[in-house]
């Protein structure tokens, strides 16, 4: 089945730096990959998701950019602030239907002012 | 909005408890999910339901059943809770292929 690797586990930045994180995936039949943002005692919410047809988007200071060939795909922040700290998960949706994701483990990352 | 709501926020248990952690969506989806959710393991999927009646296993069903008897409310069942089965276990629903997952906001289970 599909497996989804998430690097790095932590991320500490300055504020107004850029925050880069990478995941991979292994079925190349996935075709949708979001990410999550899990601020600290919340649940998990959409801040972003591509499609396969797609090699990039950008929603104002955030941007994902995908790499079908290589499986990989990657969340970049610009001009962080502190409250980007939170926990960021990306997923895929496997083939196969049913909508499901599988999700990485996780970033934590901290903005420091 | 969606509303996916979870039962409870904090759950203790006993060893050996049958325990039950009810999830309810407001919105009509037919996909339901339960994660998982374990520092430095991310979410992973326990169970899953594409229509009332219907359940498919996912990553890591052991110690753990569904039922999903109407649309809008999607049950985990630990038949007999272990104390490796404390964790946070989160909820979520999709409307279709692609689209947006809405989570519940979490159940902490404690087993003791």
């Known amino acids: 089945g599909e497996n989804v690797e998430q690097h790095p586990s932590t991320l500490s930045v300055q504020e107004g730096d850029s925050a880069v994180i990478k995941c991979t995936y292994s079925?190349?039949?996935?075709?949708?990959f979001p990410w999550y943002k899990q601020e600290l005692g919340k649940r998990p919410q959409l801040i972003i998701d591509?499609?396969?047809?797609?090699g990039e988007k950008k929603d104002q200071r955030i941007a994902v950019t995908l790499n079908k060939t290589a499986k990989h795909f990657s969340l970049h922040i610009t001009e962080t602030q502190p409250e980007d700290s939170a926990v960021y998960f990306c997923?895929?949706?496997?083939?196969?239907?049913?909508?499901?994701?599988?999700f990485g483990a996780g970033t934590r990352l901290a903005v420091h002012p | 909005d969606v509303k996916v709501t979870q039962s409870s926020r904090y759950l203790v248990k006993r060893t050996g408890e049958k325990v039950f952690l009810e999830c309810v969506q407001d919105?009509?989806?037919?996909?339901m999910f339960w994660y998982r959710q374990d520092p430095g393991l991310g979410l992973r999927l326990i169970y899953f339901?594409?229509?009332?009646?219907?359940?498919e296993k996912g990553d890591i069903p052991e110690g753990y059943s569904v039922s999903r008897e109407k649309k809008e409310r999607f049950s985990l069942i630990l038949e007999s809770a272990s104390t490796n089965q404390t964790s946070m276990y989160l909820c979520?629903?999709?409307?279709?292929?692609?689209?947006?997952?809405?989570f519940g906001q979490g159940t902490r289970l404690t087993v003791v």
């Open positions: 339901s594409y229509d009332v009646k219907m359940k």
């Open positions: 919105m009509d989806h037919e996909n």
């Open positions: 979520a629903t999709v409307w279709a292929v692609n689209t947006e997952a809405f």
């Open positions: 591509i499609r396969s047809n797609v």
């Open positions: 997923a895929a949706s496997p083939s196969g239907g049913y909508n499901k994701l599988i």
């Open positions: 079925d190349s039949a996935s075709n949708y």
